[in-house]
T-cell receptor, first 118, second 116 residues
């Protein structure tokens, strides 16, 4: 149990286009979902936290108009990178939390999405 | 906010030897400390965690120790195998959060290479 999927696993797009990444909790209800960004050989940097049905809370320095997050259901959150540029190329990882699944509020991580902007 | 330091950044060991990775944290309110293993091109996978009411936890070849007074915790892998080669991240957060965010603060990672 506690599986999180991401789609697509890899995406290549042209500069100026928008890309949507989906994060799904397959067998549990994700009250909270987290979006991270990871550059090569670096740690995970939290971009935003979203609670189902609420607006996402963005970390300092993350542009909310560029990285649109929607968490409309308990099993799906989407991250849309708008007007992507080469510097947005990165590994994007989501995680999900279900307080009824883990009493320690464990985060379950997705497999990540590799975004390359040409 | 919380700050997590992780050492070493890279670690090479011979197969069968032990590996130790150490982390320190700054926020005394933190009381949940998970460790993640990340293989190339994949998301992090939880391998073990410890809570502040426990000083040590073991799961087969993996163990974690916690010293809350000194604010540090360590990951120990015994009898290392080539498949243990990966990047390992420590993290810290409060077990409960007043803001309800349950955010993790990660260390910078340790690349472990197990040499056959």
């Amino acid at each position: 149990g506690a599986v999180v999927s991401q789609h697509p696993s890899r995406v290549i797009c042209k500069s100026g286009t928008s890309v949507k990444i989906e994060c799904r909790s397959l067998d549990f209800q994700a009250t909270t979902m987290f979006w991270y960004r990871q550059f090569p050989k670096q740690s995970l940097m939290l971009m935003a936290t979203s609670n189902e049905g609420s607006k996402a809370t963005y970390e300092q320095g993350v542009e909310k108009d560029k990285f649109l997050i929607n968490h409309a259901s308990l099993t799906l959150s989407t991250l849309t990178v708008t007007s992507a540029h080469p510097e947005d190329s990165s590994f994007y990882i989501c995680s999900a939390r279900d307080p009824y699944l883990s009493s320690y509020n464990e985060q379950f991580f997705g497999p990540g999405t590799r975004l390359t902007v040409l | 906010g919380e700050n997590v330091e992780q050492h070493p950044s890279t670690l090479s060991v011979q197969e069968g030897d032990s590996a130790v990775i150490k982390c320190t944290y700054s926020d005394s309110a933190s009381n949940y400390f998970p460790w993640y293993k990340q293989e190339l091109g994949k998301g992090p996978q939880l391998i073990i965690d410890i809570r502040s009411n426990v000083g040590e936890k073991k799961d087969q070849r993996i163990a974690v120790t916690l010293n809350k007074t000194a604010k540090h915790f360590s990951l120990h892998i015994t009898e290392t195998q080539p498949e243990d080669s990966a990047v390992y991240f420590c993290a810290a957060r409060p077990l409960s959060s007043g803001a309800g965010s349950y955010q993790l603060t990660f260390g910078k990672g340790t690349k472990l290479s197990v040499i056959p």
